[in-house]
């Protein structure tokens, strides 16, 4: 699968326990996307990378909120202190910058479930 | 900042019947407006874009048509099947080739096509 990979799928926590997703974007795309989609909502934007950079990040995501992209290539997005609001699908997106016709392309995502 | 409407949140068509879906959006600077479906448990797959040098654009049985003017554009599936039932999302982005393609989606349409 040449896809976007995140890992893992599904993760339960209990409230005020930091968890971790990883994101693998498609290799060639340098643009990277995290958003946040709740039950019966659109997809959330939450931040974005050009290559390691963090260019945007929505009001959306508070301090407990932090995501890197160290390499340029995979990315991860940490929360710390979990609150039961944090409960949501995770979607990480790619695209190519250098593409004529620039498209946003979706993993599956990490379904957080916040006990 | 942006902000993207959908309607009508739920529609169910007989099998071989039209769908339509409209979405407005507030930001005239948006020029990139894509649609995604989403089957339950799935990744938003990307089904179809037009960006805003263009009023219309057909891909089989799906099209999409934008009216930069009145700010709205809509999603017309021609023949639906019971493949089609998903949740379809639109959304519109406000940089067209720029730094960002950040998408801002709508609330989702529930298609249900009734063989």
């Known amino acids: 699968d040449t896809g976007v990979s995140q890992d893992p799928r599904h993760k339960i926590t209990k409230r005020g326990q930091n968890v971790t997703f990883r994101c693998d974007p498609i290799?060639?795309?340098?643009?990277l996307y995290w958003y946040r989609q709740t039950l019966g909502q659109g997809p959330e934007f939450l931040t974005y990378?050009?290559?390691?950079?963090?260019?945007?990040k929505s009001r959306l995501l508070s301090d407990r909120f932090s995501a890197e992209r160290p390499k340029g290539s995979f990315s991860t997005l940490e929360i710390q202190r979990t609150e039961q609001g944090d409960s949501a699908m995770y979607l990480c997106?790619?695209?190519?910058?250098?593409?004529?016709?620039?498209?946003?392309?979706f993993g599956s995502g990490t379904q957080l479930s916040v006990l | 900042g942006e902000n993207v409407e959908q309607h009508p949140s739920t529609l169910s068509v007989q099998e071989g019947d039209s769908a339509v879906i409209k979405c407005t959006y507030s930001?005239?600077?948006?020029?990139?407006f894509p649609w995604y479906k989403q089957e339950l448990g799935k990744r938003p797959q990307l089904i179809i874009d037009?960006?805003?040098?263009?009023g219309e654009k057909k891909d089989q049985r799906i099209a999409v048509t934008l009216n930069k003017t009145a700010k709205h554009f809509s999603l017309h599936i021609t023949e639906t099947q019971p493949e089609d039932s998903a949740v379809y999302f639109c959304?519109?982005?406000?940089?067209?080739?720029?730094?960002?393609?950040?998408?801002?989606f709508g609330t989702g349409t529930l298609l249900a096509v009734q063989p």
């Open positions: 997106a790619s695209s190519s910058s250098g593409a004529t016709n620039e498209k946003l392309f």
């Open positions: 290799s060639e795309h340098n643009r």
């Open positions: 990378f050009q290559n390691e950079a963090q260019l945007e």
């Open positions: 930001d005239s600077a948006s020029n990139y």
């Open positions: 037009i960006r805003s040098n263009v």
């Open positions: 959304a519109a982005s406000d940089h067209y080739g720029g730094a960002t393609n950040k998408l801002i």
